[in-house]
């Protein structure tokens, strides 16, 4: 059983928008904290945008600030990451991450904390 299943990618055209969730499945994402990331072929990972579930603070990369929103429904056990004035540069595989630690500083520092849980990834295509 994925313990994070991604959902909501796909092709769009510049301009366009797209609601990514993130779903947690035998236990709740009330309890963690979640950070946003993508990887774009031949690309290191980037983290996109995280949210700390202790204290509701949030983080965005500067490519992501004003474009995208982090939001969660704890009672779905999902957050979601919405998408909007997507560029192809946007294009990538979209993860999302749970831990119960403090997260913000993943958005910078993408490969600085241990995930408890990772989900598997959706793809983000904006092409036209």
């Known amino acids: 059983q994925v313990p994070l299943v991604e959902s909501g990618g796909g092709l769009v055209q510049p301009g366009g928008s797209l609601r990514l969730s993130c779903t947690a499945s035998?236990?709740?994402?009330?309890?963690?904290?979640i950070g946003w990331f993508r990887q774009a072929p031949g690309k290191e990972r980037e983290g996109v945008s995280c949210?700390?579930?202790?204290?509701?603070?949030?983080s965005y990369a500067d490519s992501a600030k004003g474009r995208f929103t982090i939001s969660r429904d704890d009672a779905k056990s999902t957050v979601y990451l919405q998408m909007n004035s997507l560029t192809p540069e946007d294009t990538a595989v979209y993860y999302c991450?749970?831990?119960?630690?403090?997260?913000?500083?993943?958005?910078?520092?993408?490969?600085?904390?241990?995930?408890?849980?990772w989900g598997q990834g959706t793809q983000v295509t904006v092409s036209s």
């Open positions: 991450a749970a831990d119960t630690g403090d997260v913000l500083y993943s958005v910078r520092y993408p490969y600085a904390r241990e995930y408890d849980y």
């Open positions: 035998g236990f709740s994402l009330a309890y963690y904290s």
């Open positions: 949210n700390n579930y202790k204290d509701g603070r949030t």
